[in-house]
Nanobody
Framework: QVQLVESGGGSVQSGGSLRLSCAASGTIYLLYRMAWYRQATGKQRELVGSIAGAGVSDAEGSMKGRFTISRDSGVNTVYLQMNSLEPEDSAVYFC????????????WGQGTRVTVSS
């Protein structure tokens, strides 16, 4: 069973930066796609961004240009670099993984809270 563990959350002032990490265990295979989602209080969970393979990927929507998702080659660890944080970015951030292309299985981490104060 794949387990995802997030770390790096915390409190930061508006304009600050945080870097979240998500490490996967329980598999010897490289996970196909890893992603970050977030859920603010009273709101639906939304996709922050995803990456398949190694490299750097830009985030979605209002986070584009401020957040990047990255992953090193050959490892099941994904990062979320968050810059120019705003109070609206306050949420619980979840790591998500899909083991193979077209696989119906998916895995979620427990989440790490990010709080941005003005």
């Amino acid at each position: 069973q794949v387990q995802l563990v997030e770390s790096g959350g915390g409190s930061v002032q508006s304009g600050g930066s945080l870097r979240l990490s998500c490490a996967a265990s329980g598999t010897i295979y490289l996970l196909y796609r890893m992603a970050w989602y977030r859920q603010a209080t009273g709101k639906q969970r939304e996709l922050v961004g995803s990456i398949a393979g190694a490299g750097v990927s830009d985030a979605e929507g209002s986070m584009k240009g401020r957040f990047t998702i990255s992953r090193d080659s050959g490892v099941n660890t994904v990062y979320l670099q968050m810059n120019s944080l705003e109070p609206e970015d306050s949420a619980v951030y979840f790591c998500h993984a899909v083991p193979r292309l077209g696989d119906q299985r998916e895995y979620w981490g427990q989440g790490t809270r990010v709080t941005v104060s003005s």
